[in-house]
């Protein structure tokens, strides 16, 4: 017997086609309306060529990014305390692409009518690639304007940050060409609680605004401890404020930032996140004293915004890759995107997408009116309400795509088990879901003209009848403050759904908006792939396929 007639028992079939290679903006119909109606088609180019880098190199850079992660290194071989963080090699491309692409400095560069939203679109793209280097490209980011309130410190660190060159070298800000910077706030004993923080500042001179001061304490997740800088709470005789705290002191020297050690994660391994500790360590007083909260959240504000893009450009990327799947592989003889109950799945998926970016990219729209009084109002309630919702419903969104592509989506080949790793995170980061729920009150009841803004951005219903009867009921919940904390998750997801399905309306494609409305807003299913009989399951599907 000829043993090499056994060597091959079958000819491998029904196999889907790779998915890398594909341009991710120019597969995605839904992303360029988006961007074109909120003005910015003038970076049309610029996103097609970003997407086809991040579809490609950077998908693959983001496998090995992940695969190898970050190591923490105490001291070097003499035994010299040293407090570096190893990326590979994969982690810088990523970032160089980033930066260059002005993802941390664009909208700050050149305030044209659209820059927020050509940033958020690029960011878009480049999270779906990789999602842990967004971390310190959106800290960068947000960092802007909070630096801007202490003129003096943002002369000297600005031109570095927004540079557009990405320059990881660890040495101090004066021999650089770019600089990243981080976010470093919470304590062990207080979490999200920064007023139960006990790291103190002591000044080294006169004290105030702009003055130096040493830090002691320690921070219990201090993301990208690599960064060139970062800005952090402690407390002064006038209680808590903002500073920014460099990895160097001016005469070069190391400051007195030392790592503890990295956490181990449940996903977003690319990124080093971190516990520090400030031995001493030399910063500058950011803001009015006392007010570091506020001062801070100048930043924050933008890193949740960031969380929603995060997480719309996650289950995109998921969906993308189950319709891809879906359109390739056969059961029973059928393509299974041509079969009824798998397009009532994908069309569901592919609905909860499109809502997602919708208000994504109308909150762009809003940073780049804010000098408007009701956009500016719009960004400081739906920052919150966004970042609730979208995030809460990424990752039962991203399982659900998981489960189109059955076995295939639960293993590391692919990238499904990455993206489901870490869809919780930008739930968890910058405030859990009840911080957003119980500040989207806090701005109702508090901050005048917020309300009005609400129900004015809501309007009667655009001519829907569904719609203007859940607009009646969100004005009668919150009418009635009785246990109002406890009904805030309601509340909450109420307005999110109310704002998609508004502004799907109002972009004008009916099989889109009424299938929302009808799913979300009717009383259907629950699960996924429950939507009510008469939607055209199949044109959804293909204005999201590839």
């Given at each position: ?12 079939t029904?196999?889907?086609?790779p ?41 693959q ?30 982690y ?58 202490q003129?003096?410190?943002?002369e ?19 021999e ?47 993301s ?26 001016p ?11 990295l ?9 080093a ?60 003889g ?18 909860e ?7 994504t990219?109308?909150?762009g ?36 795509a ?10 590391e ?7 489901y ?77 109310a ?17 929302f ?22 044109a959804?599907v ?5």
């Amino acid at each position: 017997m000829n043993l090499n007639t056994y060597a091959e028992t079958h000819e491998v079939t029904n196999q889907v086609p790779p998915f890398e290679g594909t341009n991710l903006y120019r597969a995605d119909l839904p992303l360029q309306q988006w961007v074109k109606r909120y003005q910015a088609g003038w970076a049309d180019t610029a996103l097609s060529d970003y997407g086809a880098k991040a579809g490609d190199e950077l998908m693959q850079a983001g496998f090995l990014a992940n695969e190898n992660k970050p190591v923490f290194r105490s001291h070097d071989r003499y035994g010299h305390r040293i407090d570096v963080v190893d990326f590979h090699p994969a982690y810088h491309d990523l970032m160089s692409a980033g930066v260059a692409a002005g993802i941390t400095s664009a909208p700050w560069n050149n305030a044209q009518p659209g820059a927020q939203v050509a940033r958020a679109a690029t960011m878009y793209l480049h999270n779906q690639a990789e999602a842990g280097t967004s971390c310190p490209l959106t800290m960068t980011f947000a960092c802007v304007p909070a630096l801007k309130l202490q003129p003096d410190l943002a002369e000297h660190w600005l031109p570095k940050i927004l540079s557009g060159v990405y320059d990881p070298r660890n040495l101090p800000i004066s021999e650089k060409k770019g600089a990243t910077i981080g976010m470093a706030m919470t304590e062990k004993q207080g979490g999200t609680d920064v007023r139960a923080n006990t790291t103190k500042a002591h000044p080294v001179g006169l004290g105030g605004p702009g003055q130096a001061y040493e830090l002691v304490g320690h921070k219990w997740f201090c993301s990208a401890p690599m960064c060139d800088a970062f800005l952090t709470l402690a407390y002064t005789d006038k209680g808590l404020s903002c500073f920014l705290l460099p990895r160097h002191r001016p005469d070069g020297s190391r400051n007195q930032f030392y790592i503890q050690r990295l956490k181990n994660k449940l996903g977003n391994w690319a990124n080093a996140s971190s516990e520090v500790e400030y031995r001493g360590a030399l910063a500058w007083m950011v803001g009015e004293e006392g007010r570091g909260v506020p001062t801070i959240i100048e930043m924050v504000a933008l890193t949740r915004f960031d969380c929603m893009i995060g997480s719309s450009s996650l289950m995109r990327q998921a969906l993308s890759q189950a319709i891809h799947h879906c359109n390739h592989r056969q059961v029973g003889g059928r393509v299974l995107s041509e079969q009824p109950l798998m397009q009532n799945v994908l069309a569901d998926l592919a609905l909860e997408s499109e809502a997602a970016l919708a208000l994504t990219m109308r909150m762009g729209h809003a940073l780049d009116n804010a000098h408007d009084a009701h956009e500016e109002k719009f960004a400081r309630l739906v920052t919150a309400i966004g970042k609730y919702w979208i995030c809460k419903r990424a990752p039962a969104m991203i399982n659900e795509a998981q489960e189109c592509m059955g076995g295939a989506g639960y293993v590391e080949e692919t990238i499904l088990p990455r993206l489901y790793r870490e869809a919780p995170v930008n739930s968890i980061w910058e405030g859990s879901g009840n911080v957003q729920c119980l500040d989207v009150l806090r701005a109702l009841s508090k901050e005048p003209g917020v309300l009005d803004c609400l129900y004015s951005e809501l309007g009667d219903g655009h001519g829907n009848a569904a719609l203007q009867r859940h607009i009646e009921q969100i004005k009668r919940d919150f009418a009635n403050t009785e246990d109002i904390q406890y009904r805030a998750r309601q509340l909450t997801e109420d307005v999110a759904v109310a704002l998609q399905a508004r502004l799907l309306l109002e972009a004008g494609n009916g099989t889109v908006s009424d299938a929302f409305i009808q799913s979300r807003l009717q009383g259907h299913g629950r699960a996924f792939g429950t939507l009510p009989p008469g939607v055209d399951c199949a044109a959804i599907v293909v204005r999201s396929s590839l």
